[in-house]
């Protein structure tokens, strides 16, 4: 049993979503991303997604392209990805790595598997990774008994949801809209019936992401999904902070928004 | 499937400078890195100065102004035609027209 099942069935004992918080690794600095990311768990969120910041971010939009752009300026590598996870896994939290193929396909998908695990990080979330192309992530998730994390979209036919569906461990991340990542005004229409489509495939948690920022549409979603991922709301919390102190503090006020807002009735 | 990637020890992408926008990318096509890895094509590289030199003399000797992507393979078949020598025959595949890159050569070539 992963520590990421583990965050859904406690959150589904507690008639709640759960909530996922991402972060980038090294935004605004290595320290202050990993105090934030504790302040996500102290605050209530269950999992953590730690992105692995890569110079070619095609999943998300201008705030979380902005803040790893600054990351990696300020010269984050994987070791402090992999810190980062460590620090959150010590806290008793569930730790996934978000992270773009490319890097850890350098890295080598064993050597990264083998190097994560021993961090203490439940797997990864791979949005950029067909599953024609993840054999070698397959052997390796299998090998270091890691969670896999793949992505079905609005657009997604049925014959491939449900091969998605079979490869994922953990959760199944329901993209909300064909789009990027970012804050928008309303949760899309599509959502629901994207959590509804993985359900007539998998028994495994869905959880909606793009697009929440707050907690009236955490509970929102929290009504037909399993769990409520939320990312560049708290980024533009640490991107629009005055100081570190300050980000660290927002990003704990929106966790608890959304804690209360994961949930129902 | 695999593709060459300008990339650092950590697989983040490295920037990248071309005169020829179309070529101002840190990958190449699927297709080519098959045709390199089973040896169906070789490839070079090209500096900006020699496209740009293949680009003069094909606009100036034919009268075809070729477009900046283009000019790399008039440099690339100028250099080899020297290396097979006068009895060479050589096919050069003009991907592009260069009227769009006229700007650009002008303001490389100082006109």
Known sequence: ?265 | MRTYVLQDEEGQTLDTHSISAGLDYPGVGPEHSWLKDTGRAEYRSVSDAEAMEGFAALCQTEGIIPALESSHAVAGAIRLGRELGPDALILVNLSGRGDKDVATASAYFGV
């Open chain 1, 1 to 265: 049993m992963s520590t990421v099942s583990t965050a859904f069935e406690k959150a589904a004992a507690e008639d709640r979503a759960a909530l996922v918080g991402y972060l980038p690794a090294g935004f605004p600095d290595k320290q202050t991303a990993i105090k934030a990311a504790l302040a996500m768990v102290e605050a209530g969120a269950d999992v953590i997604e730690v992105g692995l910041p890569y110079s070619d971010p095609l999943m998300d939009g201008p705030v979380i392209a902005d803040a790893v752009y600054r990351a990696l300026k300020g010269g984050v590598k994987i070791k402090d990805v992999f810190d980062t996870v460590q620090a959150v896994a010590d806290a008793g939290a569930a730790a996934l790595v978000m992270t773009y193929w490319n890097p850890v396909d350098k890295y080598g998908a064993d050597a990264f598997s083998r190097d994560l695990a021993s961090a203490g990080g439940a797997g990864l979330i791979t949005p950029d990774l067909t599953p024609e192309e993840a054999g070698p992530w397959l052997e390796a998730s299998d090998a270091h008994g890691l969670d896999r994390v793949f992505l079905v979209a609005p657009s997604s036919p049925p014959q491939r949801v449900e091969t998605i569906t079979s490869l994922c461990r953990g959760f199944v991340y329901a993209v909300s809209v064909m789009g990027i990542t970012g804050a928008r005004d309303a949760v899309s229409s599509s959502a629901a019936g994207v959590v509804a489509r993985i359900r007539e495939h998998t028994t495994l948690p869905a959880a909606v992401g793009l697009g929440v920022s707050n907690g009236a549409q955490a509970r929102q979603v929290a009504g037909f999904a399993d769990g409520v991922i939320v990312g560049s709301a708290f980024v533009r919390r640490i991107a629009g902070a005055a100081t570190p102190a300050d980000a660290i503090a927002s990003v704990r006020e929106l966790t608890a928004d959304l804690a209360q807002g994961v949930r129902r009735g």
